[in-house]
DNA sequence: GGTTTTACTGAATCGCTGTTCAGTTAGCTT
DNA sequence: AAGCTAACTGAACAGCGATTCAGTAAAACC
């Protein structure tokens, strides 16, 4: 039987708990199932993630990290700024299946009381919320967007409008942004009859424009 | 010891089964735990529920009505349209503790892959959006409200301009902001530090705004 | 007051699954 | 080629927790 070094197996691991975790749901995953599907032993994933609960955390970072990875890369493309949003907005959405959602609302659940899990769901969270950001600002920038509504929004809450500098007015815009295309996911799980892909997808659109129109 | 009818034990069963997922999570939840918070054995749990799957169905159903049934004194009060749409706006909100969201996050991901649970909350979340649309169509008629920009997104949309009507248009509009409720509640989960209470409160206002402006 | 129904319990069962551990062997080092 | 390190396994363990069941006693009913 083939071996392989301790982090290449640590990365099928990850991956097998993913894909798990996503076929399944975090319920009924047992490390058994992860190990079969590798054809390894229980014993193995024991004996590099030392318990159930760390890995998964760890497989939660993991796929996380994943997304991040390709939606930094749709960032840094050297397409405007509009379009850049609009690619990354499109990536976090659950545009084909919302089988790669699934697993996200799984962990929202996991986090809800571990401490570890919500940590890391923050972070990942923050990470997004940056890069959204980031190309806000660089819109702005270029005068692709303007800022008329979210300056107004910013300026009627209770902060005052003194303090508000622009890249604070983007971080909340993304906040705005991410949150509406949470609950858009959650609602294509649960009533899929009454929104398809495509109307969601003109719906976020809408939102993104409304916001920096 | 006193004994109690039937329906009064399931009342409290469920009653108890809520309050312990709201403080300890779906994860860890025990028969045993339930049944010690009311003083009773854990079999009497099962004998009433059959099974620990059907007490946490019963549970989320409870939990789910009860919040509804609030929704819809709060929506046939004798207030404008407008006022009464911003009650239930604020009622769905998690507005003062997070604690009692906690609960819908989990069943969601209970929903992912239980069909008992998942057609609960499908049901539960168009009874929801028949509430906040048919305020909507109420203060449409009154001229509470315009709807200038929802036609627009609809008519932009896959569709096609033609066979829309008002109350589809509507239920539309309230899942749009069911949403945007759902997804800012999640995040003043994993990151209260970057929207407080009351920022949200403000931009659920001007998203309802811009929807019916 | 007796009988039946039915809420209720305590103790035992039983399956499941994470974890342990003693041992095996592949693959690198020298 | 010998030896060491570290990946890996199989079988056993262990504990948890849902469910069962035989039995008890309140109510409800007549």
Known sequence: MSRKSASVRREEILAATVEEIESTGLRTLRVADVAAR???????????????????????????????????????????????????????????????????????????????????????????????????VAGLEVQEFRFSHAREVTEASANGPTGTTVSEMADDCATRILAYLDGLAVQLIFNPESVSPETLSSWVDAFVARELE
């Open 38 to 136: 590798l054809g390894l032993s229980p014993s193995l994933v024991i004996y590099h993630f030392v318990t159930k609960e760390a890995l998964v955390a760890a497989a939660f970072a993991h796929a996380g990290e994943n997304d991040l990875y390709r939606a930094r890369r749709l960032a840094a493309t050297r397409k405007p700024a509009a379009q850049r949003l609009r690619d990354v907005v499109q990536w976090y959405m659950p545009t084909g299946s919302t089988r790669s959602w699934k697993i996200w609302i799984d962990g929202w659940s996991a986090g809800l009381f571990d401490d570890g899990v919500k940590s890391t769901f923050s972070i990942l969270d923050r990470e997004w919320k940056t890069i959204l950001s980031e190309l806000i």
